[in-house]
């Protein structure tokens, strides 16, 4: 569109539809329909492939012309091929950061919520997923990694079944809640460790330990996240297999991960300790049997030290 008032010093060439309202100091040829307004004035030829409509003031010092687009190439016109401009189709760089920061920021405040949810409702189960990703985390990385494949799969399948999507966004969910409560127990565990190790507290509350070590570890991931989408792939994703897995072996906490290689532990051996005899209160004792009354002991004293009984006590 060339509007009233606006002039252009040279030929015009498009590939489309061309409104004129100002001023052409040139030729004008258009693959496509031309409109020549009132105002419009054009000071050499005019040729469209398409409808030429000139209006009652229009002018056009030159010819005008209808062509076909067989006659393109044979029209004396300087022709210029198409310009394409990359246009960005998302918002500006610095609106993308800022929103990846927000995003971050508000992933750490939910984070710290659930740790303190979690933590208060099942610190037995936080507690349990912890000790299993302390002491057995190869078990704990390898079945965290086989759990995201079957439930890959399944809730894929799930999906595309349309009658059974909504089961699919169930085990979605299940999975998330899983991977959420593995790293509020591996906050724990770092929560725990930066509490006795770097402010030597003496006391430490599982709840504070959860908050503090979840809001570390959310935000180092976010901070690794900003800075590289590749070193969180490499860095933080093993971290969920990690924390899945000994979610899974625990069954969500709710039983200890008892091997932690393999077999139950060993408990130590305890001797055997033979029962006392007993004896018949009818059954005659032996003179022998029966220990001299110690000096100094009358009805009524406790039997000695050693455990033996009196001449009177035994009868």
């Not at 100091?25 to 004035?41: K, P, Y």
């Not at 005019?46 to 056009?60: K, L, P, R, Y």
């Not at 984070?111 to 000790?131: G, H, N, Q, T």
């Not at 402010?199 to 180092?220: C, D, N």
Request: aromatic share 6%.
């Amino acid at each position: 569109t060339i509007k009233d008032g606006a002039s252009v010093s040279g030929d015009v060439v498009v590939f489309g539809a061309l409104e004129v309202a100002g001023t052409v100091d040139g030729n004008v040829f258009t693959a496509g329909a031309i409109s020549l307004q009132d105002t419009a004035h054009v000071s050499g030829n005019v040729a469209a492939t398409g409808v030429i409509d000139q209006a009652e003031g229009a002018t056009v010092d030159g010819n005008i012309e209808e062509v076909e687009e067989e006659d393109i190439p044979d029209l004396d016109f300087p022709f210029i091929a198409p310009v394409s401009v990359d246009v960005p189709s998302g918002p500006p760089a610095w609106v993308e950061t800022l929103w990846r920061i927000g995003r971050s920021i508000l992933t750490v405040l939910v984070m710290a919520l659930f740790a303190l949810l979690l933590s208060s409702i099942w610190p037995k189960e936080i507690e349990r997923v912890s000790d299993t990703i302390v002491n057995a985390p190869i078990p704990a990385f390898g079945m965290g990694l086989l759990s995201f494949l079957i439930a890959a799969v399944v809730i894929t399948g799930l999906v595309i079944t349309l009658c059974l999507s909504p089961l699919g966004l169930i085990g979605a969910v299940i999975v998330g809640l899983g991977v959420a409560l593995g790293w509020v127990a591996l906050g724990a565990i770092l929560g725990d460790r930066i509490l006795r190790g770097l402010f030597k507290a003496s006391t430490v509350t599982p709840v504070g330990a959860a908050i503090l070590g979840t809001v570390v570890v959310t935000l180092l991931a976010a901070l690794v996240n900003l800075a590289s989408e590749c070193l969180f792939i490499i860095l933080v994703l093993p971290l969920f297999a990690l924390v899945a897995g000994a979610v899974t072996l625990t069954r969500f906490g709710t039983m200890p991960y008892a091997s932690h290689g393999g077999t139950a532990r060993p408990s130590a051996p305890v001797a055997p300790v033979a029962p006392a005899a007993r004896r018949s209160w009818t059954e005659p004792v032996a003179s022998s049997e029966v220990s001299p009354e110690p000096e100094g002991t009358e009805d009524g004293d406790l039997p000695s030290p050693d455990g033996e009984l009196s001449d009177e006590e035994t009868h």
